[in-house]
């Protein structure tokens, strides 16, 4: 394993920020007033501030202050807007977090569950700020909020730091975050709850049979490798996979500048299941946890794989490389294979895989793909559950032939020119025997600063999972 003393490697900067305060009386009221309801708070809680809020409108996350008769600050008001506003954006009421001076605040008002959870966890997810190579000591939320009761703070606190720990990994970059670096964050990870952690790198990827892994990274000079985490040992088998392209240059199929600005994000599947089993082993769940994560750089050299070589797969399978540029699908499809020879309960894959997912729809939400009716309907309840929209999209078969070239039995990047995403997914699916599976083609990147999900890296499926998890039982 490799030495985390030696290594760069990012330590967890959001900790501290991350986290409720304690039930206290000397909280300062956040009176949460609907757009349609200023009237009745003014005409009752807020009947001393009328003239002071002259023109206040109770816009989603709109705040203003409240004075005391000496001058200093009694509480404050936070609008939530209207319907269509909440429809429109998610954790509006976030946007008060950074807008409150610091100190405690507690929230009033007439909230529906989801509505207070909602606020709770946008509210820690606001704490996070990517400080790494500009530090500073002012936490992007001072204001930190008591939980509101019947929400379970215990719960959000740890998907928030899950979430902190998926946009640290992605926010860094490739330099800072090789295979090397992935490694020892999974070390670190593991060290951290007692979960224990191997590796196969370089040449000995070949030898034990990950001949896909290997082929996609041996042009760099930091190796390829497979890293593996378990822990727990009663409970279902839950594997989680994730892609942890490093850096994807595009391989000998050289991708433009512009297509390749983003591409430390492409370890985003990996940073997203770390993230996810922080959540799960934090929250001390009853499961076996297995984490797999096949480490590389797509990078060019005299012995990258080229255009139409044709590799033998871990399961046996041949796959025609049309385009290097396709390299995900393929150290995920060893990985899959060896997933399930380990037998689990539930297969999950996580990626970055490919554009047609953001065409079609978009960089907010993360599509899946699952043939199991109980498990869609699970995560269609935990994305509700979590805040964390997903949308399911088919496993078509009709689109089977599409990826079977003739020369080989799989084709990793067909000239079908549709259905990119379901044609991936289709691929993956090939390499998975036994287990209930679902994969999800994630984007892993927020492109503007929205509330409570600042620009840059960003989980997508987690809490879904997370959810699904603590309602159904994956066996």
Known sequence: MVELSRLNVPQMQTESFIGFAPPSAGARPLHVVRGSGLGAFLSGPGARWT??????????????????????????????????AQRRTRFGLAKAASALPAGDWALHGALSDSEAAEAALGWLLAGYRFTRYRPTDKPAA???????????????TAMAKGEALTRDLINTPA?????????????????????????IRGDDLLAQNFPMIHAVGRASPRAPRLLELTWGTTGPKVTLVGKGVCFDTGGLNLKPSAGMNLMKKDMGGAATV??????????KLPLRLCVLIPAVEN??????????????????????????????????ADTLA?????????????????GAA??????????????????????????????????RLPFHDPYETVIEPGIADLDNAPGFGFAGSITAALFLRRFVDGPRFVHFDIYGHTPTDQPARPKGGAGQGARALLHALLQLDPV
């Open 299 to 332: 990078v060019v050299a005299g012995n990258a794989l080229k255009p139409k070589d044709i590799l033998t797969s871990r399961k046996g399978l041949t796959v025609e490389v049309n385009d290097t540029d396709a390299e995900g699908r393929l150290i995920l």
């Open 51 to 84: 003239g002071w809020l002259a023109g206040y409108e109770a816009g989603l996350g709109e705040v203003r202050l409240l004075p005391d008769a000496s001058g200093g600050i009694a509480g404050a008001v936070v609008g939530l807007g209207t319907p269509t």
């Open 338 to 354: 060896y997933a399930c020879e380990g037998a689990p309960d539930l297969l999950v894959s996580m990626a970055t895989l490919t």
């Open 142 to 156: 001072p204001a930190r909020l008591v939980c509101p009761p019947g929400v379970d703070a215990a719960r959000l």
């Open 358 to 391: 953001r065409v079609a729809v978009g960089p907010d939400l993360a599509p899946y793909y699952t043939d199991d009716a109980r498990l869609a309907a699970a995560l269609e309840a935990g994305a509700l559950a979590g805040f964390d929209p997903v949308w």
């Open 274 to 283: 770390l993230g996810l089993a922080q959540m799960i082993m934090e929250l």
């Open 175 to 199: 330099e800072d975050m090789g295979p090397d670096q992935l490694e020892a964050a999974v070390a670190a990870l593991a060290t951290r709850f007692g979960a224990t952690t191997t590796a």
